[in-house]
């Protein structure tokens, strides 16, 4: 088959995606349209897994799921913002992980808020300026993330989504690294670096920025000396070359992220709930407090102490199990362990996230 002929096959294809792509987000835009008429709101985390869940069932290539799942987000980004764009607060300015990571879950066409602090991230939404915030949770290398947990514990905002964002820090600049003379880069991007820049660049200037995203802009601003460390997209959006790729002291360097709502997530059938307690201290007391998971065979995933902040040696509990709060055995077990507990919360559930 000649080349002219082939292309005039994927031509006439094109056509009828366009076609049945609008058609799709007609209907859609009804699906959006009679939800908030009756007070919903355009983005359901459960319903978009299910479609996920859809489409990879029925894949049978050449194209990967996740290049499927790439597609077919922009494709529901596209459908609500016919109804009503989605806004996203997230911590840090555009091109930050955080912004990564509300990018996957929301795609392009969402209105994205960059917020200074994950505080004010809370607060957008909190008072409903925003309809969702992103926020960091814990990473991989350098653990949990205490000021969420503690925003988590005052806030009446749930978690409807986790989202993994892969940390892949990069050197960039206009000079070579042997003429580097100023370092930008993030706090955390400096730990998780460590080696690699007390190895090649030992005798800079270090200097630390909000984000990993401002460093990129910052080095841009003094190409003459600087470079930075920073993401791949944020290099390419400032124009800076790649001076040494993937200079993490781990290749497996993941940063989770919770999506925060005003109204929870419906179950999906696999699924995450995370909770926190607070019990009175004496022998044995953690231990009774976990029996119940066990008793209704309910798999924890995650389990850590943080000091509660009104008296000393006091803590809560910070939970991750499996299932919805919605499903039989998970509200019978947090219901047993309510009443064992002085103090219990249940932070949400929300469909379990894509590695």
């Not at 835009?29 to 990879?56: D, H, I, M, T, W």
């Not at 990571?101 to 200074?116: D, K, N, R, T």
């Not at 309809?131 to 814990?138: A, F, K, T």
């Not at 790729?245 to 781990?250: A, K, P, Q, V, Y």
Request: glycine residues 6%; contains cysteine.
């Amino acid at each position: 088959m000649t080349l002219r002929r082939l292309r005039k096959q994927i031509d006439a294809l094109d056509r009828r995606l366009v076609a049945l792509l609008n058609e799709r987000a007609s209907l859609a835009r009804s699906v959006g349209l009679l939800k908030e008429k009756r007070g919903f709101g355009v983005f359901s985390p459960e319903r978009e897994e299910q479609v996920y869940a859809n489409v990879k069932t029925a894949n049978c290539g050449p194209l990967s799921d996740e290049s499927l799942r790439a597609i077919l987000r922009e494709v529901l980004s596209g459908s609500r913002a016919l109804v009503k764009p989605v806004t996203v607060a997230y911590q840090g300015p555009a091109l930050s992980f955080a912004h990564l990571a509300a990018q996957q879950v929301f795609g392009s066409q969402a209105s994205y808020l960059p917020c200074e602090t994950i505080g004010d991230v809370f607060a957008e939404v909190e008072q409903r300026r925003q309809d969702h915030g992103v926020v960091p949770i814990e990473n991989s290398l350098e653990g949990t993330v205490g000021y969420t947990l503690d925003r988590l514990v005052e806030t009446e905002l749930v978690v409807v989504r986790e989202v993994f964002q892969a940390i892949d820090h990069h050197l960039v600049g206009a000079v070579p690294v042997s003429k580097v003379k100023r370092l930008y880069l993030h706090p955390q991007a400096h730990a998780q670096c460590r080696r690699w820049l007390e190895m090649h660049l030992s005798g800079v200037k270090i200097i630390e920025t909000l984000s990993t995203s401002m460093a990129a802009a910052m080095a841009r601003e003094h190409l003459e000396d600087s470079a930075a460390v920073t993401n791949e997209e944020a290099a390419r959006r400032n124009n800076l070359k790649f001076l040494a790729r993937s200079i993490g002291d781990s290749a497996k360097n993941l940063t989770r992220f919770f999506v925060l709502s005003a109204a929870p997530a419906s179950v999906t059938g696999r699924d995450k709930t995370s909770l926190v307690f607070s019990i009175k201290d004496r022998v044995g007391a953690l231990h009774d407090m976990l029996v119940p998971f066990k008793r209704y065979r309910i798999n924890l995933t995650k389990i850590e102490s943080r000091p509660s902040r009104r008296r000393a040696w006091e803590y809560y509990f910070f939970i991750d199990l499996e299932g919805h709060l919605d499903q039989s055995q998970v509200e019978k077990a947090i219901s047993s362990l309510r009443k064992k507990s002085t103090w219990l919360k249940v932070l949400g559930s929300y469909p379990i996230g894509h590695v």
